[in-house]
């Protein structure tokens, strides 16, 4: 789920493992509100149960610091989407929609230029972190030298939304879902296709290529990326009538996303052919139901599906799955943690205000007992997230499980 910037208006964005990450990303705060649901315990013979999931505020803390403290016209202050990808050079922070500028001393930002204020603001960035030093923005330029999207579309009214990247020899690969505008509502909007964008080591605010993507079958692949041995393995999402996602899997031979793709068909087989690309299945054979951006990692034996709760609009729930195979079936997904800073009853006391699309982030894990996840919030209000930037910034939780 995703609500885009609306046109002339203050926007309003609805929307391989152990490396030396830096040392702040890895420090975990106090453990608060963990949300256990029941039955949650280990079983016999099962999937791994959870024990814990609390809020990892030294993460959110970091963003929080980088974002307010830097002053600088093509600085982060805020983004959602939230992918991240290990590098030779650090974290590469993945974002979507992206506010740049500067952070007022009483929490607020300038509207976005073009809306009556000074803040830039663009469809996709990164935030390089490295192991040692200051993180610092990458984005694009446009043709006057003002920061812009690191990729771009050629048409106008058209516009790039990160999915997820995987390292790619020293340089690493994004996948971009690109959308059009279908009417004048936040939510008249429609995906027409994918690409993978390639970014050279050292040289990422320009991409050396950009790939177009199968897009034939309505499936906008790119939700997950996940690297095992020389074949990786790629997740994709197709908006359900009801609501939500049904999610695909399709596999690539070699390090990169350009060889031949194999999409996995209903009868378990991999076929040339996208359109044979099957809904992955849970309990009794049902598709599954998930959001528009999750992760699926291996944990030893298992696979964890992170998603938030499909059924229900504008839900605050994320949900758990496991599998013993990347194509399922997997189990049904069940609650681990509600956003504490989402509607009336939430830390803002705003009903407007809503939590979605988790990924989780293996590289930022000790052990296959643990996921690091992050989950983006924002305001179904424009002004919320100019009168306090803060709103519209990644949050970050640590989950346990047991065997």
């Known amino acids: ?229 020389d074949r990786t393995y790629v997740y994709g999402t197709e908006a359900a009538p009801s609501g939500g996602s049904h999610l695909h899997l399709a596999r690539v031979d070699g390090r990169g996303l350009r060889g031949p793709w194999r999409y996995r068909a209903a009868d378990g087989s991999w076929s040339r052919e996208e359109s044979r690309a099957a809904r992955l299945t849970g309990p009794g054979g049902a598709a599954l139901r998930v959001s528009d951006e999750l992760s699926v990692v291996r944990h030893g034996a298992w696979y964890a599906l992170v998603t938030q709760r499909a059924d229900v609009p504008f839900s605050a729930e994320l949900r758990l799955a496991w599998a013993r195979s990347p194509g399922g079936p997997f189990t049904a997904p069940r609650t681990v943690y509600t956003a504490p800073e989402a509607g009336p009853g939430g830390s803002y006391r705003n009903p407007n205000v809503l939590a979605y699309n988790p990924h989780e982030h293996p590289e930022l894990e000790h052990g296959t007992d643990e996921l690091v996840v992050s989950y983006n919030v924002n305001s179904l209000a424009p002004q919320d997230v100019i009168d306090r930037a803060s709103v519209y910034r990644p949050r970050f939780l640590r989950i346990r499980t047991a065997r």
């Open 1 to 229: 789920m995703r609500i885009p910037w609306m046109p002339n208006r203050a926007p309003v964005p609805v929307r391989p493992r152990r490396r030396a990450v830096p040392r702040l990303l890895l420090v975990a705060a106090a453990a608060v509100c963990a949300f256990l649901p029941p039955g949650a315990a280990p079983g016999a013979g099962g999937p791994p149960g959870v024990v814990s999931a609390r809020p990892l505020t030294a993460l959110d803390e970091a963003f929080g610091a980088y974002a307010d403290r830097v002053r600088d016209p093509g600085h982060w202050t805020g983004g959602d989407g939230t992918y991240s990808v290990p590098t030779p050079a650090g974290e590469l922070w993945v974002f979507s929609d992206t506010f740049l500028g500067t952070v007022r001393p009483d929490g607020s930002r300038s509207p976005v230029a073009g809306a009556g204020g000074t803040t830039p603001f663009v469809h996709n960035s990164f935030v390089l972190w490295p192991s040692s030093g200051a993180p610092r923005t990458v984005t694009g330029r446009d043709r006057s030298g003002r920061p812009g999207s690191l990729v771009s579309p050629p048409a106008a009214g058209e516009w790039y939304w990160a999915r997820a990247g995987i390292p790619d020899g020293r340089g690493v690969a994004v996948v971009y879902a690109r959308y059009a505008r279908t009417g004048t509502g936040p939510l008249d909007l429609a995906w027409r296709g994918s690409v993978v964008a390639r970014f050279g080591e050292g040289r990422l605010s320009r991409p050396e290529s950009v790939t177009p993507l199968p897009s034939s079958a309505g499936i906008s692949w790119g939700a997950w990326l996940a690297r095992e041995g």
